[in-house]
């Protein structure tokens, strides 16, 4: 049973266009993480909230929106897609805001 | 500013060429100091959590050491599935959590 899932795993599309991506944890964790990952592998924190309520938000351009509907669920919602935002994007959970965290599998997104 | 900078970017072994993986740090009020692997394709994995200066941490052939101003991951008689790239991290004072850039580890039958 995946601790957390992210879907979907590959995104290829478009400059211009709007894309989702959803993540899940079933470990009871309070606190959830979207992390863009570059070419050069440096994990870069983007949104972090806890029980549903925003806690971090690094400098994202604000065509990103992640929107938590429960603890347990944090989607990212990222609007009219520019090449730059080609990346991996990363969810993961902890237990408050320590530094253990447990990570999706990623979702490689590419914009063409 | 608090940074985390791990040396060497990569370091290729061969199996069983023991060898150590350096993690520096400047942050304010250390809380914590994490490391991580992460597979290619993979989310990081967590694997030692270290707090104060003189931890220690094992697990199979790894261990991690802790020091004021760095950690190191000590592999002993690596093996090819050992192949990763280890990510430390550390938490200042603000539960701030700061990564490393990681390193990328290659261990050659």
């Known amino acids: 049973d995946t601790a957390v899932s992210q879907t979907p795993k590959y995104l290829v599309t478009q400059m211009g266009n709007d894309k989702s991506i959803k993540c899940e944890q079933n470990?009871?964790?309070?606190?959830m993480y979207w992390y863009k990952q570059d070419s050069k592998k440096f994990l870069k924190i983007m949104f972090s909230y806890n029980n549903k309520e925003l806690i971090i938000n690094e400098t994202v351009p604000n065509r990103f929106s992640p929107k938590s509907p429960d603890k347990a669920h944090l989607n990212l919602h990222i609007n009219s897609l520019e090449l730059g935002d080609s990346a991996v994007y990363f969810c993961?959970?902890?237990?408050?805001?320590?530094?253990?965290?447990?990570f999706g599998e990623g979702s490689r997104l590419t914009v063409l | 500013e608090d940074q985390v900078t791990q040396s060497p970017e990569a370091l290729r072994l061969q199996e069983g060429e023991s060898s150590s993986l350096n993690c520096s740090y400047t942050v304010s009020g250390l809380r914590g100091l994490f490391w991580y692997r992460q597979d290619p394709g993979k989310g990081p994995e967590f694997l030692f959590t270290l707090y104060s200066a003189g931890e220690e941490k094992e697990k199979e052939r790894l261990k991690a050491t802790l020091t004021k101003k760095e950690s190191f991951l000590h592999i002993t008689a690596p093996k090819p599935e050992d192949s990763a790239t280890y990510l430390c991290?550390?938490?200042?004072?603000?539960?701030?959590?700061?990564w490393g850039a990681g390193t990328k580890l290659i261990i050659k039958p």
């Open positions: 993961a959970s902890s237990q408050g805001a320590g530094g253990e965290l447990f």
């Open positions: 470990l009871g964790h309070d606190t």
């Open positions: 991290a550390v938490v200042n004072s603000n539960y701030q959590l700061i």
